[in-house]
């Protein structure tokens, strides 16, 4: 009920309309979902995961274990939204979760007259046959709290803020403000961040005096003097996490569906100052709707003007519920204090509390404080440990943790006197510890029982502490329980380890702006828009947005190409700059074939290996001069070639005397191949010394076009006549449409990769990581020369030559034919043979296509001594359909070469 | 998130380094036995505690020596790998 | 010395319910540990406890110690996101781990306990041309060793999966997948549990607690081990110690191919059924299941830094998650309930160590980096055949630590060009 007198942080004037499980309520702006509902006589507000027993409100914080919802508004929702932290809206429908029809009338609710029989793990004792599988879709449907819109799709994305001062402090009650306000009084640089609504903590409702003045007045003071001082004040966040070196992720929720900031904030010194929370006591049928924190009752009375009861009682085992007591009484409420609790009646709502003493007292909330848990879980994610403090009756921080300070009630200064009042040995009425898990004190004896010992244990085996809440309501009084139940001593049994997020935390918020394209951006053409308007296709490839086709007819364009002239964007291809006297040797070293013997203006096709043995990239490397060579690599192994250049320069050779330089973003490649490529290049201005014509197959020149420079090399991709040239970006426009309107007289075309991959398949020429795995070797290319013959040391060598490498069944790059007609080999095939009726892989296709040069099916492969087997016949399985091809040489068109000299 | 020091560049974060080796490993080479080989390619320390080790910070491309705890985290100091040579 | 143990049926637990569950008997004993026994396993995680089970029941080695130094199941075993399957590209991981998944499957019955094994099928997403061409090279390897596989289409994967990205337009379009029906999902609890009830049963000793700090040596073998309650000896000690074995393998002597990384697992809140299936996308490196209870369970790759602390980091955490988000836009709506990590034995080639050690006496069983969970059954019977017989079962002889000199690694990423 709410009183004439309000509270302070509601607005009275601005009444919101709401809906609770389809019934229309009223709440007020400030409200949160749970202080409308208490408004609102609304009782019990769900259900418990396992027993579905009648839920209420327990709590006012991010602790609260009960009052969960699916809360959505238009299009907008949340699942599992604490109606304690959820602020009230306008229109917001609410609904609660794990009951149907609604919270008051659940049809699951019978569950809890079985529940003997469901006793904590009883899964793991029965459903064995025949087997799990023909229970689980069942209790798969049963459990789960909310439901998800599965067609959502995220409309706004979090801001993530990387930021750093010399002080945070991590919660804005009376120690955390003080704290906040001495350091930033020195000179620091501060920030706090607290969890509610608004600043002050426990100082937003309790009355105490400060410094000789009221909680408000002192609390109202000292945020005027911070904000003077530059404090930035972030409320509505949650630290969250602790993280190496001090970095702390706080999420800032935003009001309304929007997803929370995520801040990473950076600080020499971390001030825990994040109170406690008020633990249940544990008594039988302590999960009734109206039983409550004592100081969330005065909480909802003094902020929202919510009276939770009218015939209240109080049970306590510390001083702090006088005031609360008082507090009802001026509220006008009947007050009984009561020393313990030993049954509560009612099953939707309270209606009488049972004393110790068995007297029967009539009532309607029955408000309860067991004694604050420090909430010290960011001490300990950052590997502090905690010691068992008996007159706290409570685990405190023990030794500080370099970088962070705890205090206040965090640190055990609550200002009140506990006497322990733990749980007695579970009787015949269950009483609970884990109220949204329904984990009674009856499961910990059983788990105790059963060996079930460790707190890890019982924790798994229970599931206490596992639900939302992560246990901060529950934890402490199920510990000490298995404490007694098992002779042990409270420090002895220690507890479960801290795990992050402090409380759930939007999955938005660690997204941020890493959605469609920006998840992973893809590397982009300088010519992009020029091949969109040509009617480009674009696929991935190996990270970047490249031209597939020009067109549908793939076969075509190869074709084409074959017969005239292609243009193809090679720009992604690798240009590495290896500039010094030590190129040569740098390059020898990291290379599968010698270099440095290559003379000026040639190139030089070979492999890099890993130290492994195994191939890595392959490539043409120029020598540009005595000093500068370029390393052309596969575009998707720009930055790996890159960087294990610089690691061999930095570890084998004097780093003065060689320099590697990654020059391949600066520069655009277009490849024109074809036996009309030259004359293509003839109508280009590119300033060269000598004629095409006596530019010799692997070499190159420089020259200039537009006004830059310009390098020309004659080298192929596809077996025929081909030109590179390779112009700084700024150019690459111009030598696009130089080239493409040179080539339409001569009948060329644009060449999408998908062509191009036809094309050097009908020559045999492979691509690494697709016609290789990370098991090829050179050899098993037929490239045995620099093995056999290098002396020198190289990256790879020894692995030449273990046992396994030089072993006979290594799968080796070969050719293979299907029968005339036939269709291609679907990729990713496997050579089959079978050794004592079993079956086994002798290595599978690589490539497959058809070639429309041959007019028949071409295919490479990786075949169990596949190089000495040309001729032989294969049986071929794919998708259980078995086919038969031949192994042939891995070169389909022109073995002599002689369409690369026209 | 670790801060790692880089001996030319500063204080990073570790997303902009890489790990490399473990410190103190020689190449193999042609004439290693197959064990020294195997030794030098895949076996380890693998220290829980204290470590040195060569890491690579990406923004500038220095290899450089790492001395930091495995199981703390914490960062004890960082230096040139080739004033280290002279040493 | 067989101890007493409660059967578990729907029927002692209906009886049990009438007598107020006061009847069961503990899942395990909790011994002192003796002076010396017949063999030690080092490592009270599901392959620990699995040997020592395999010991007693197969090879009838009951004086057996299992020496963990935290709580049972408290490494790894306790940490992973609990997928089981069998899709390999290479026979020898076919036989080792479709082994395993064979002994899975009858596993909650011969413990009598109910580890949960929901085999609900998993799909490897692929997302571009070429990842079916590599899929297809996948599914048709399996399908030759024997194991059941299908290559999936675009449609199926998101008839499987219908909360899935299927915009043409995603950064990762669906283009198909891999599919096998048989794997999924079980309780990872359970299998150390169930694992430690029948070890103990037969007569095994577990001893928690319990730090192994050193070994015994004598003639230059191992006798046993040194640990924080004193010296136990044995004639046979196996390692199964996940993260933690170049650490005991250091004070054995030698060296071993693994560098030890943290990796993360996360899980939502629970909600009612969103995901009836394991999905793990080529491109996004995430991977989720619904659990039971209704949350989802989410990781990916391993954080970037070598280490020691059981605990993630954000960068890693921060794409994990953006992943799940891209792979599930409406997954967006959940939030994140709890977030952890395992400290994980990576090895170059991704499969596991197991075989004599350098140390005459001393038995490895190591190497399972991230996927380990799915083999704890096959593991557990390899080393315990090794321990027992002294000598390789024909599963575990190609993953013996001698392949790293003869070069004959087997690496599964290098080979189906799927890095799971
Ligand atoms: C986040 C995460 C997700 C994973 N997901 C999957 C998955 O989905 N599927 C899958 O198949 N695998 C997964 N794995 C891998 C899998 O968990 C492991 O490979 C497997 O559990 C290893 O089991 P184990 O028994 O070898 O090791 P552990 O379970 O780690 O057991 C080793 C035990 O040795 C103990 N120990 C260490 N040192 C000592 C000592 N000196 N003395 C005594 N005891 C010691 C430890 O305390 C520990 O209990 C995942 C791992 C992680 C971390
Ligand atoms: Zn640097």
């Known amino acids: ?902 | 998130m670790q801060l790692i020091s880089c001996p030319f560049c500063g204080l990073r974060d570790e997303t902009e380094f890489r790990f490399g080796a473990e410190a103190g490993k020689r190449r193999g080479t042609a004439s290693s036995s197959a064990e020294e080989w195997a030794n030098y390619l895949y076996f380890q320390g693998n220290p829980k505690g204290q470590t040195r080790e060569i890491w690579v910070h990406l923004a500038c491309g220095e290899f450089f020596m790492l001395e930091r705890d495995s199981m703390t985290h914490e960062i004890h100091q960082s230096y040139c790998i080739r004033k280290e040579d002279q040493k | 010395m067989i101890r007493r143990r409660s059967h578990y049926s729907a029927f002692t637990l209906f009886k049990e319910g009438l007598l107020g569950q006061v009847g069961w008997q503990p899942t395990w004993a909790s011994p002192e540990p003796k002076p010396a026994y017949d063999a030690i396993v080092v490592g009270g995680g599901g392959h620990g406890l699995a040997t020592a089970y395999y010991l007693a029941k197969n090879h009838g080695l009951p004086n057996v110690a299992v020496i963990e130094k935290g709580w049972l199941g408290g490494g790894n075993t306790g940490r992973n996101t609990t997928v089981v399957r069998s899709n390999y590209f290479y026979p020898e991981s076919v036989a080792l781990y479709d082994f395993a998944l064979r002994l899975y499957e009858g596993l909650s019955r011969e413990l009598n306990y109910n580890i949960m094994l929901s085999q609900r099928g998993m799909v490897v997403v692929a997302h571009s041309e070429f990842e079916m061409e590599i899929s297809a090279r996948l599914v048709n390897a399996m399908q030759i060793n024997g194991v059941d596989a299908e290559l999936f289409s675009r449609e199926q994967v998101i008839e499987i999966a219908p909360a899935m990205n299927a915009r043409p337009d995603a950064r990762y379009p669906i283009f198909g997948g891999v599919w096998q029906s048989r794997a999924g999902v079980a309780r990872h609890d359970a299998v150390a549990w169930g694992y430690a009830r029948g070890a103990s049963h037969l007569g095994v000793d577990i001893i928690q607690n319990c730090e192994v700090l050193d070994f015994i040596f004598e003639a230059g073998r191992c006798c046993g081990v040194v640990t924080s309650l004193g010296e136990i000896r044995a004639g046979r000690v196996g390692l199964a110690v996940a993260g933690h074995s170049s650490v005991l393998a250091a004070k054995a002597g030698f060296q071993l191919p693994i560098q030890s990384y943290a990796l993360q697992a996360m899980v939502s809140e629970p909600v009612k059924p969103v995901l009836d299936t394991v999905v793990l996308s080529l491109g996004t490196g995430t991977y989720v299941s619904q659990s039971d209870k209704g949350e989802l369970v989410f990781g990916g790759g391993l954080d970037r830094i070598p280490s020691y602390a059981q605990r993630g980091n954000p960068p890693l955490q921060e794409q994990v998650i953006s992943g799940l988000v891209e792979m599930f836009p409406a997954f967006g709506q959940l939030k994140l309930l709890r977030q952890w990590a395992g400290i994980v034995d990576i090895v170059p080639d991704s499969s596991p160590i197991i075989g004599p050690s350098p140390l005459p006496g001393l038995y490895l069983n190591c190497g399972w980096g991230t996927g380990g969970f799915k083999a704890i059954p096959a593991g557990g019977w390899l080393l315990a055949h090794l321990m027992a017989i002294g000598s390789h079962h024909e599963i575990s002889r190609p993953f013996d630590l001698g392949r790293f000199t003869s070069g004959r690694l087997i690496d599964e990423a290098a080979g189906s060009g799927i890095a799971h």
């Open chain 1, 1 to 902: 009920m709410r009183l004439a007198s309000f509270g302070t942080a509601v607005d009275s004037t601005k009444p919101l309309n709401f809906t609770f499980d389809g019934m229309a309520c009223q709440g007020l702006a400030g409200d949160t979902v749970a202080s409308a509902l208490l408004a609102a006589g609304v009782r019990v507000v769900g259900r418990s995961f396992k027993y579905h027993r009648p839920r209420g409100i327990w709590g006012h914080g991010s602790e609260e274990p009960n009052a969960i919802f699916d809360v959505s508004c238009g299009i907008d929702r949340e699942p599992n939204a604490r109606g304690t932290t959820t602020q009230l809206s306008e229109g917001l429908r609410v609904r609660s979760v794990n009951a149907s029809p609604n919270a008051s009338r659940d049809t699951y609710g019978l569950f809890d007259a079985f529940a003997r029989f469901i006793p904590a793990g009883f899964y793991y004792k029965t459903f064995m046959w025949p087997d799990w599988q023909r229970f689980e879709p069942r209790i798969r449907a049963m459990a789960g709290l909310g439901c998800i819109d599965k067609v959502w799709s995220p409309k706004s994305f979090s801001r993530q803020v990387n930021s750093t001062c010399d002080v945070l402090v991590v919660g804005a009650g009376r120690s955390g403000l003080a704290a906040a306000s001495r350091a930033a009084k020195d000179g620091k640089s501060v920030m706090i961040v607290d969890e509610g609504i608004e600043p002050g903590g426990t100082l937003l409702y309790r009355s105490r005096l400060i410094e000789g003045v009221s909680a408000s007045d002192w609390l109202c003071e000292t945020l005027i003097e911070l904000e003077r001082r530059d404090v930035r004040m972030l409320s509505r966040a949650t630290a969250y996490g602790v993280y190496d070196h001090n970095l702390v992720c706080v999420s800032e929720l935003k009001g309304g569906f929007a997803p929370p900031d995520l801040w990473r904030i950076r600080t020499s010194e971390i001030v825990i100052a994040t109170g406690a929370i008020e633990r249940p006591l544990v008594f039988p049928n302590n999960d009734r709707p109206g039983v409550m924190s004592a100081a969330s009752a005065l909480f909802y009375l003094r902020r929202y003007g919510v009276r939770v009861g009218e015939r209240v009682v109080i049970a306590s085992n510390n001083d702090s519920t006088g005031e609360i007591a008082n507090a009802f009484r001026d509220a006008e409420a009947k007050v009984i204090e009561v020393a313990a609790v030993k049954d509560v009646k009612g099953r939707h709502g309270i209606e009488a509390v049972i004393d110790s003493e068995g007297r029967s007292i009539a009532a309607d909330a029955l408000l309860v404080s067991g004694g604050f848990t420090p909430t010290v879980h960011l001490y300990c994610q950052n590997k502090g440990r905690l010691r068992w403090s008996e007159s706290h009756a409570a685990f405190l921080p023990g030794k500080p943790v370099e970088g962070m300070r705890v205090v206040g009630s965090a640190a055990g200064d609550f200002g009140w006197t506990v006497s322990a009042a733990w749980a007695a040995k579970p009787g015949k009425t269950r009483a609970w510890i884990d109220f949204q898990n329904d984990v009674t004190l009856k499961d910990l004896a059983q788990a105790a029982r059963e060996n079930y010992r460790s707190v890890e244990h019982v924790k798994r085996y229970t599931t206490l502490g596992m639900a939302t809440d992560q246990g901060k309501t529950s934890n402490l009084n199920g510990l000490v329980a298995m404490a007694a139940l098992t002779g042990r001593s409270i420090a002895e049994t220690g507890t479960t380890t801290y795990r992050p997020p402090y409380t759930p935390t939007s999955l938005m918020a660690f997204t941020g702006v890493r959605h469609g394209e920006l998840f992973n951006p893809v590397r982009r053409l300088a010519l992009e828009p020029e091949h969109r308007a040509a009617g480009a296709v674009f696929r991935e490839y190996g990270g970047w947005l490249r031209p597939a086709a020009y067109g549908s007819d793939i076969q075509a364009e190869a074709l084409r190409a074959r017969e005239t002239v292609g243009i193809f964007d090679g720009s992604p291809l690798g240009k590495i700059d290896v500039i010094g006297p030590d190129a040569g040797a740098l390059l020898d070293f990291n290379s599968y074939g010698t270099i440095s013997t290559l003379r000026p203006g040639r190139l030089r096709y070979g492999f890099m290996l890993q130290e492994t043995g195994i191939v890595y990239d392959d490539g043409v490397i120029a020598r540009v001069d005595e000093y500068r060579f370029v390393v052309s690599c596969s575009s998707s192994h720009v930055q790996g070639v890159y960087q294990r250049l610089e690691e061999w320069r930095q570890d084998q050779f004097d780093p003065s005397r060689v320099y590697i330089h990654n020059a391949t973003p600066r520069w655009a490649t277009l490849t024109v191949t074809g036996p009309r490529s030259r004359q293509l290049l003839k109508e280009l201005d590119l300033g060269l010394d000598i004629g095409l014509a006596e530019l010799p197959h692997m070499a190159f020149v420089l020259g200039s076009f537009e006004g830059g420079p310009a390098r020309v090399a004659r080298v192929s991709f596809s077996g025929d006549l081909s030109f590179e040239v390779s112009v700084p970006l700024s150019k690459a426009v111009l030598l696009f449409h130089a080239m493409r309107r040179a080539s339409t007289p001569l009948g060329g075309i644009l060449l999408g990769l998908e062509a191009m991959m036809i094309l050097r398949a009908e020559k045999g020429y492979i691509v690494i990581g697709k016609d290789t795995d990370g098991l090829t070797m050179p050899h098993d290319l037929g490239h045995t020369g620099p093995r056999d013959k290098r002396t020198d040391e190289f990256v790879g060598r020894r692995a030449l030559f273990t046992d396994w490498a030089m072993g006979r069944d290594r799968r080796q790059l070969v050719g293979l034919a299907v029968a005339e007609g036939e269709a291609a080999l679907p990729t990713g095939s496997h050579g089959i043979e079978r050794v004592n009726g079993k079956l086994r892989s002798v290595g599978y296709v690589t490539s497959s296509y058809f070639s429309p040069t041959l007019r028949r099916p071409i295919a490479l492969g990786l075949i169990e001594r596949g190089a000495a087997r040309q001729g032989d016949t294969v049986k071929f399985q794919y998708l259980g359909r078995e086919r038969e091809a031949t192994i042939v040489a891995p070169c389909f068109i022109d073995p002599e070469g002689t369409r690369l000299h026209v």
